[in-house]
């Protein structure tokens, strides 16, 4: 494969996905000036060579996801979905089906905390919101994924759940979801594993990405570079915040056959946050 991959994308690059099919949810990602943990794992995972399904609630963000790596020399296909529509999940699986044939990896790059708040102060609506997007979301792309590599004994899942899921949090949903999708990872590698299917999931910590940084500085009016710092004391590892790169080179991994012994393990990939005690 030829071009010039974003910087980040590439290091190494040796074919660790090359000949597989890659559906990458949240592939796009919200306007910022650094680039998004979906973005980055759909660019990491073509640079290694794989073809990539890029599904994403916002066309228009999936397709610049397409563009780059298609500026690069990969291959990826553009799906428009609301995952907390069964319909919509069912079709994006089609659609990696019908443009590639198989599907090889699920990565589930989903979450949101639009609308949360303390157990109190929260409501139905809102609930419901974060619960469908993190955890029903995450569900149903496997459900309507896990037939088509199940037909072939073999396929590689990798969930993006987050180190709220057991570290103390400041809204509700966002916690309970997150744990959700560790509690969900560890029963569907329990249950496909006699299908050949591996299922692990990463718990990304403070990372500088658009939703991080872009979504909560212009929710609080917070300066960004204020912001950023305030994240970077609270990691443990060089106080400084990981990159959306982080998550991709782990999620690169697990969706690796380097991994092909890993099942059912939720990787932390936070600088050491959720080893603080007191």
Same mark, same amino acid.
């Given at each position: ?44 995972? &073509? $640079? ?5 399904? !890029? %599904? ?5 963000? &999936? ?7 298609? !500026? ?20 994006? @699986?089609? $659609? ?23 157990? @109190? ?8 919101? @974060? ?36 570290? #103390? ?11 959700? @999708? ?29 939703? &991080?940084?872009? #979504? ?5 009016? %917070? ?11 609270? %990691? ?7 990159? $959306?790169?982080?998550?991709? #080179? ?29």
């Amino acid at each position: 494969m030829s071009g010039d991959w974003p910087e980040g994308a590439t290091t190494p690059s040796d074919g660790r996905l090359a000949g597989k099919v890659a559906v990458v949810v949240g592939a796009g990602q919200t306007p910022g000036t650094t680039i998004g943990n979906g973005r980055a794992t759909a660019l990491r995972f &073509a $640079a290694e060579g794989a073809r990539i399904v !890029a %599904v994403d609630r916002s066309a228009d963000s &999936a397709q610049e996801t397409c563009d780059l790596i298609a !500026a690069a020399g990969g291959e990826a296909v553009a799906v428009a979905a609301d995952i907390r529509q069964e319909d919509d999940c069912a079709a994006a @699986v089609a $659609a990696a089906l019908d443009a590639f044939g198989v599907i090889d990896v699920l990565h589930n790059n989903v979450g949101i905390g639009a609308g949360d708040s303390n157990a @109190v102060d929260l409501d139905v609506r809102g609930w419901e919101l @974060v619960m469908d997007v993190n955890l029903r979301g995450t569900w149903l792309m496997c459900k309507h994924a896990i037939p088509a590599m199940r037909q072939r004994g073999a396929g590689a899942i990798v969930n993006v759940s987050s180190i709220a899921a057991v570290c #103390n949090a400041p809204l509700i949903t966002y916690k309970v979801s997150k744990a959700g @999708v560790n509690a969900l990872t560890h029963q569907l590698a329990m249950d496909e594993a006699r299908h050949g299917i591996r299922v692990n999931a990463i718990m990304p910590g403070l990372m500088d990405t658009p939703m &991080a940084i872009e #979504n909560v500085s212009k929710a609080f009016g %917070v300066d960004r570079d204020e912001l950023r710092a305030q994240r970077a004391r609270m %990691v443990p590892l060089r106080r400084q915040q990981g990159t $959306a790169w982080d998550v991709a #080179n782990a999620a690169l991994f697990l969706a690796s056959d380097e991994a092909a012994f890993i099942t059912g393990v939720v990787l932390a990939v936070d600088g050491g946050q959720s080893g603080k005690v007191g």
